[in-house]
């Protein structure tokens, strides 16, 4: 996915079309009639007001590898959601699950729905971050296209509770604006400083590349395996 301006302000973000959330607490509903959603569309300040020390990588593979590989991907971009139902699930067969790579995500918003997802997605920890990953990429077609911003949540609801979520901490990570707010100026600071365009992009041992085919990116993982 290309954005002419990838870097969106924090405003932009959640607030897309026109329809706002408003509270004066971390804990939010939205100005639409018997629909709470998550307190993450309160974040109004920018990044640089905003401490992003609480964030972390989400990291699987080899931790002490010499090849890394960042992936900067947004849950609401279809080629990304290609690229984790096919691509991916060769890279972690041959080079995560075998120890050779250090893979690292990192999220991309492009809009409040894929910051909503990213919340569920981190509401498992480490632990579970990955697989809650697979489960929101297999599903974006339907998610993301179930209507009203209420059912879209509730979908994302339902994809935690498949990956062992229970509700109350569901709701605890859906409506954490201050973690909403830190995310989204992480993802402007990580995005601005390697120069992250598209979607998905990936940064091969300090290098950037856009979206390829698995067998380019196999190459370029060998050879550095090799060198």
């Given amino acids: 996915m290309n954005r002419r301006n990838i870097l969106l302000g924090t405003a932009a973000v959640i607030g897309l079309g026109g329809w706002y959330m408003t509270s004066n607490r971390s804990s939010t509903t939205v100005a639409f009639p018997d629909a709470p959603?998550?307190?993450?569309?309160?974040?109004?300040?920018?990044?640089?007001d905003v401490d992003t020390s609480g964030i972390v990588d989400m990291v699987s593979?080899?931790?002490?590898?010499?090849?890394?590989?960042?992936?900067?991907?947004?849950?609401?971009?279809?080629?990304?959601?290609?690229?984790?139902?096919d691509a991916y699930k060769q890279l972690k067969s041959e080079y995560i699950d075998t120890?050779?790579?250090?893979?690292?995500?990192?999220?991309?918003?492009?809009?409040?729905?894929?910051?909503?997802?990213s919340l569920v997605a981190r509401c498992g920890g480490q632990e579970k971050f990955f697989g809650i990953a697979d489960l929101i990429y297999a599903g974006q077609a339907q998610w993301t296209r179930?209507?009203?911003?209420?059912?879209?949540?509730?979908?994302?609801?339902?994809?935690?509770?498949?990956?062992g979520l229970d509700s109350d901490t569901l709701?605890?990570?859906?409506?954490?604006?201050?973690?909403?707010?830190?995310?989204?100026?992480?993802?402007?600071?990580?995005?601005?400083?390697?120069?992250?365009?598209?979607?998905?992009?990936?940064?091969i041992n300090g290098k950037k590349y856009s979206n390829m085919k698995y067998a380019d990116m196999k190459k370029l993982i060998d050879d550095a395996l090799e060198s």
């Fill in 37 to 48: 959603l998550p307190g993450a569309a309160n974040a109004q300040t920018t990044s640089g």
């Fill in 61 to 85: 593979g080899n931790p002490d590898a010499t090849v890394e590989i960042i992936e900067y991907a947004s849950f609401t971009c279809p080629h990304c959601a290609t690229f984790h139902t």
């Fill in 171 to 203: 709701e605890a990570c859906l409506q954490d604006g201050e973690q909403a707010q830190a995310l989204v100026a992480w993802y402007q600071q990580n995005a601005e400083s390697d120069g992250i365009e598209s979607t998905p992009s990936f940064i």
């Fill in 99 to 117: 120890g050779k790579i250090r893979f690292v995500y990192r999220e991309v918003y492009f809009d409040r729905f894929g910051l909503w997802a």
């Fill in 146 to 163: 179930a209507g009203e911003p209420a059912a879209i949540v509730e979908e994302l609801r339902k994809i935690g509770r498949l990956a």
